[in-house]
């Protein structure tokens, strides 16, 4: 399977800060989701960005699929930010269509 | 949000005893996944599905089945539970590359 490496592994900041988060992978894929884990364990999309930039809000996220990496910003952090942010990669096609491969995750704390 | 939801929610059970997880989907998406999160992996896939009744294997498939007879299930089963599978596991959705997830099912095995 592809192998996902995301950093930092911990990422502690205070509220007003911006931050970046990185996804590496081993391979070419053509699918690269951006998951928000809340502190409750629901797992929320933020991207869909197998290439290009896109921006939603406060974050935004650029896949460089040429150099196999994907960058999550996020800007004027909020506490309500804080949880486990997860890059997802998959490189299927056919009837296996959509598999995912997860990285490790980079666990943000936000504080007031 | 994608309408997915998992049953139980919560589940305690002793090793040795058949389990079987249940997602629900009213989106008609064609594609199904299971998952398990475990601290230090992130979500691995256990099976998935790209049909009623077409099934495959993913990464960590030992010990777990599945089925799926009609759009909107898909079930998971654990045959013979052991303390390794004690898991929060994640069902998800898609109609193409994008997953949704499901809120999970917390699994201890005792």
């Known amino acids: 399977g592809i192998q996902v490496e995301q950093s930092p592994p911990d990422l502690i900041l205070q509220e007003g800060a911006n931050s970046t988060l990185r996804c590496n992978f081993s391979d070419s894929v053509n699918n690269l989701q951006w998951f928000h884990q809340n502190p409750w364990g629901q797992l929320i999309n933020l991207f869909y960005?197998?290439?290009g930039t896109k921006q939603n809000g406060r974050l935004s996220a650029t896949t460089v699929a040429t150099e196999r990496y994907s960058l999550l910003y996020i800007s004027s952090s909020q506490t309500t930010d804080s949880g486990v942010y997860f890059c997802?990669?998959?490189?299927?096609?056919?009837?296996?269509?959509?598999?995912?491969?997860f990285g490790r995750g980079t666990q943000l704390t936000v504080w007031p | 949000d994608a309408g997915i939801t998992q049953s139980p929610r919560h589940k305690v059970t002793e090793t040795g005893t058949p389990v079987t997880l249940r997602c629900h989907q009213t989106?008609?998406?064609?594609?199904m996944y299971w998952y398990r999160q475990d601290p230090g992996h992130g979500l691995r896939l256990i099976h998935y599905s790209y049909g009623v009744k077409d099934t495959d294997k993913g990464e960590v498939s030992d010990g777990y089945s599945v089925s799926r007879s009609k759009t909107e299930d898909f079930l998971l089963t654990l045959e013979s539970a052991t303390s390794s599978q004690t898991s929060v596991y994640f069902c998800a959705i898609s109609n193409s590359y994008e997953q949704y997830f499901g809120p999970g099912t917390r699994l201890t095995v005792t």
């Open positions: 960005i197998p290439s």
């Open positions: 989106e008609n998406h064609r594609y």
């Open positions: 997802a990669v998959g490189a299927d096609r056919g009837s296996t269509l959509g598999r995912l491969y």
